[in-house]
């Protein structure tokens, strides 16, 4: 039977764990997927179980290495949400359970801690318009808490590298979640540490992605069929191990990763400058930095709107695509359902609407309404990030069982293609990239272009009001 080499990536998500064997060329032999619960049961609340988690990626790989016994696993390589706070005690053991990205608890904190200019002077240094979905503000909210003594702040994917190898690391993109990293000097800042009132103990040490360290015994029961000393990667957050995806493939690109959210990234031009708030992201090479808007309920408003009507998410895409008259759909989605925005509109307050209901109003009208809904506001992202005097390639990355309807309905609106890839997951191949990379064996990638997807065919009728169902729904849009 002939060896397969291949790097072991594990992509640590928001509602579920990704993990795949990719090839020295950066093809998936084979992925699997194992989800795990996010408990909402207070307001703004996003908590999910960390055992859940390693129950999950131990059953995941599990099933892969058992499944492919003739494949040789060169290396393991991390990627996960961000930022997501898991608090260690003194025993090395987590303290409750793990608090999302999707939480905003910590709002309120922030505002009551920070001026005005403290917060200005936070997203000079960090790159971050910052409120409570970061790991200090979720931290300090936990202090009151009586059990709640840490002795280490974590991410979700370094928890994960601290079980492999035993060091308490994290990499630059990770460590902008937390709310005090300077992205000049690369490092953990000391005025924005003294400023959140926090020791600089908690605090793990910053490591290039490339980092990696040889896989422990003890941490061979989370990752089942490897064997001890397999060297394991730090590899990057999982928007900014996708936009590394894109960049091995397409220059000038602008990423739009789909997900429970929808990130897009474009990496910084110099002389370019932004109008609005944007997320300034450290990438892989941390010397650089990619420009960042989230719309954070994205796929989640599709999720929502899909169980509400007793669907799955694709077939309330295909709901949509059956609409008998697109052209004629009056009504418009604010997809703004995590309780606040970070994309072009970046304020806490948001909360999703529904305009143009009546009678006559259909599940078709819905359904197209949530996707037009996150498209126009993309749209709002890309026009602040498009640098006119290189226009980028738009590329769409979206789920395997997406129809593309999303981007379809965005390069009507842009007038421009828009490339869409689904069958592949980008921040798994992205994360292998780093590992392949690490392992001298990234020069053997071809940097070719790849296969996209078709997109489905829109009604002539309906593009061309397209534009002027965009301009009504920013009209009545909060400012």
């Not at 601290?162 to 308490?168: A, D, I, K, P």
């Not at 808007?293 to 709901?319: F, H, K, N, R």
């Not at 009507?412 to 490339?419: E, H, K, R, T």
Request: glycine fraction near 8%.
């Amino acid at each position: 039977m002939e060896t397969t080499r291949s790097i072991l990536a594990i992509d640590l998500g928001t509602s579920r764990v990704k993990v795949a064997l990719i090839s020295e060329s950066l093809e998936t032999v084979a992925s699997t997927s194992e989800s795990y619960p996010t408990f909402t049961a207070e307001p703004d609340q996003a908590e999910q179980r960390v055992d859940e988690w390693l129950a999950a990626i131990r059953t995941a790989t599990s099933r892969l290495t058992t499944e492919h016994p003739s494949v040789l696993i060169l290396a393991v390589t991390l990627t996960a949400q961000m930022p997501t706070l898991v608090a260690l005690d003194s025993d090395r053991n987590v303290i409750g359970n793990a608090i999302t990205w999707q939480d905003s608890r910590a709002d309120s904190l922030v505002d009551e801690l920070l001026t005005t200019e403290q917060k200005l002077t936070v997203s000079q240094v960090a790159g971050t318009p910052i409120d409570g979905r970061y790991i200090i503000p979720m931290h300090l909210r936990r202090l009151s808490s009586a059990d709640y003594e840490p002795t280490v702040l974590l991410s979700a994917k370094d928890y994960l590298f601290y079980l492999l190898t035993g060091e308490f690391v994290t990499d630059p993109s990770t460590a902008s979640g937390f709310g005090n990293y300077d992205l000049v000097g690369e490092n953990w800042n000391s005025d924005l540490t003294s400023l959140w009132g926090i020791s600089p103990s908690l605090l793990p040490e910053i490591r290039p992605s490339h980092y990696a360290l040889p896989l422990l015994e003890t941490g061979m029961a989370l990752v089942p069929g490897l064997t001890t000393g397999t060297p394991v990667y730090l590899g990057a957050a999982d928007s900014v191990c996708a936009h590394h995806f894109v960049e091995r493939h397409f220059t000038t690109a602008i990423s739009i990763i789909d997900g429970s959210s929808t990130v897009i990234m474009a990496s910084s031009v110099p002389g370019h400058t932004f109008q609005g708030q944007v997320l300034r992201s450290p990438l892989v090479d941390a010397s650089q930095s990619g420009i960042e808007m989230d719309l954070l309920a994205s796929g989640s408003s599709i999720a929502w709107l899909a169980g509400l009507l007793a669907l799955s998410p694709s077939e309330l895409e295909e709901l949509a695509l059956a609409h008998a008259d697109m052209a004629n759909a009056s009504t418009l989605l604010y997809p703004y359902l995590a309780g606040g925005e970070q994309g072009a509109l970046w304020r806490t307050d948001l909360s999703g609407s529904i305009q143009a209901l009546s009678l006559s109003t259909s599940r078709n009208d819905l359904a197209l309404a949530v996707f037009e809904g996150i498209a126009f506001e993309t749209l709002r992202c890309l026009r602040l990030l498009q640098n006119s005097s290189t226009p980028p390639t738009v590329v769409a990355l979206t789920g395997r069982n997406s129809r593309g309807l999303g981007p379809a309905i965005l390069s009507a609106l842009l007038g421009s293609p828009v490339i869409a890839i689904g069958q592949q997951s980008p921040s798994l191949l992205g994360a292998a990239l780093i590992a392949l990379d690490g392992l001298g064996l990234g020069d053997k990638i071809s940097a070719s272009a790849i296969d996209s997807d078709a997109l489905p065919n829109l009604d002539s009728h309906y593009v061309n009001g397209l534009a002027k169902k965009a301009e009504r729904y920013f009209q009545h849009s909060p400012a």
